[in-house]
Every structure is written in C-alpha cells, then in structure tokens.
Nanobody
Framework: QVPLVESGGGLVQAGGSLRLFCVVS????????MAWYRQVPGKQRELVAI???????YYVDSVKGRFTIARDIAQNTVTLQMHDLKPEDTAVYYC?????????WGQGTQVIVSS
C-alpha cells in the first residue's frame, strides 16, 4: 500500500494559486529528504522541489520564486504552495522521498492551469 496521499490540485486560471498537500501515513525520519515531482502525459517525471533536513530547499528553475515547499514533521505532511501559476505548470503532481522510492508513487493530484 502506498504510504502517502496527495491532494489539493484543481483547475485554476493563469496567475492563480494552489496549495498541494501530501499526507504520509508511515513514519519518516527527519533526516529524509522529501520532494514534489510532476509529470505531463508522454514526458518524464520532473523533480520540482526538495526539502532537506535543516530546511535546505531546492527548486527547479522554472518554479523558483513562485513555489514554496514546506514540511510539518509532527503532522507528517509536506505541502507545495504554488503562486503565479502558468499553463506550463499543468501536470499531475506527486510527493515522494528524494531520491524517490518506487513503491511510494501514488495517484498524484492533477493541476490544470488555463490560459
């Protein structure tokens, strides 16, 4: 059973905002990197953002300044706040560790940004 569930996606106009949620049902070490990924049909899954122990953050260039990843250790959740969304952000978004664990890929949450 996949130990996490993503939610928060939806349809939004360009320039809008969404917050994605990832609830992890399995205990995850505080020393584990957590990340958000996204995938467009027919393309490879892309790493979007990472949050590392101590709060070190990574973002792919295309989302820098617009997306913010955060983690609540106590609640075992990871969020992705997305602002100024663009049509090219349209994808299915997934949460996983970094590097990802193959058995942790869930259903993801669909984000559609209309122009």
């Amino acid at each position: 059973q996949v130990p996490l569930v993503e939610s928060g996606g939806g349809l939004v106009q360009a320039g809008g905002s969404l917050r994605l949620f990832c609830v992890v049902s399995r205990k995850v070490s505080v020393y584990t990197n957590m990340a958000w990924y996204r995938q467009v049909p027919g393309k490879q899954r892309e790493l979007v953002a990472i949050i590392r122990p101590g709060g070190d953050l990574y973002y792919v260039d295309s989302v820098k300044g617009r997306f913010t990843i955060a983690r609540d250790i106590a609640q075992n959740t990871v969020t992705l706040q997305m602002h100024d969304l663009k049509p090219e952000d349209t994808a299915v978004y997934y949460c996983n560790q970094d590097p990802p664990i193959s058995s942790w890929w869930g259903q993801g949450t669909q984000v559609i940004v209309s122009s």
